[in-house]
């Protein structure tokens, strides 16, 4: 009886494991140097295992690197945190302008009211509360418009951020990115139009210029401003005596 190792079943096996580990050990291998399976090259298998390595070239897939995946999903978890962000700034500023409307409202309603209760109890005091109250609201207005106004330095950010991120090239219009509602609102028609070039991060002089400047800026003085002066008028002249102003008592 021939001997176990003679059997040709017991041949035809050990060729067959034979193929299978040595194309195991060469995809292990160059694990490192490649990611597809493609590019493996059957003629370094020793030729009793070639056939074995070219049918698991076929089958076996290696793991792709996950750098690249990983990298784009962090780029798409950023740029869906920008938005939330901007989008919640340019909620947090349409909200500040309804309070500053109030504020106005509330100046004009009592400076006026003191100035009207002055003439009918003729008592002309009364003209300096009404331009004190326009000049507290005055005030108020200002510091409610300064945190307002340190919003529009983090929109910027996230439209340059998004820029670098998302910015398309669309033929004439150069590279286009969104959001740039911050970038775009200061175009007034000048020349040149540079309503397509990238954005501009605002610098640290120009954030503190128009943070210094918001107590003098129209939007921000008016109506305040017309009734502290009205009011201050009419205290000085009532207080001097002048024309019918004279018959007013303190």
Known sequence: MPG????????TGCAQRGAITAAVT????????TNSPDNLDT?????ASRAGCQSLRDDVRMPETTGRGESTEREDALREDLN???YALVDTVSSYDGRLMIVK?????LSLAALGLGFQQQ??????????TALAFWFLDSMMKGHQLRSYSRMRDIEVACHELNSVELGDLGYVSAPRIDMSWGYRGQAPDWRTEPPRR???DEIREVLRLRWVMPHVFLPHLVAVVLGAALF????AGWSWLASLQP
């Open 105 to 109: 409202g509330w100046s004009v309603t």
């Open 123 to 132: 008592h002309y005091a009364l003209f300096a509360l009404g331009a004190a």
């Open 202 to 204: 605002r610098t640290r």
């Open 26 to 33: 060469l995809l292990e291998g160059r694990r490192s140097a």
């Open 84 to 86: 939330k962000e901007y």
């Open 4 to 11: 176990r190792r003679h059997h040709p079943t017991w041949r």
């Open 236 to 239: 000085c002249a009532a207080a």
């Open 43 to 47: 003629r370094s298998c020793p030729r």
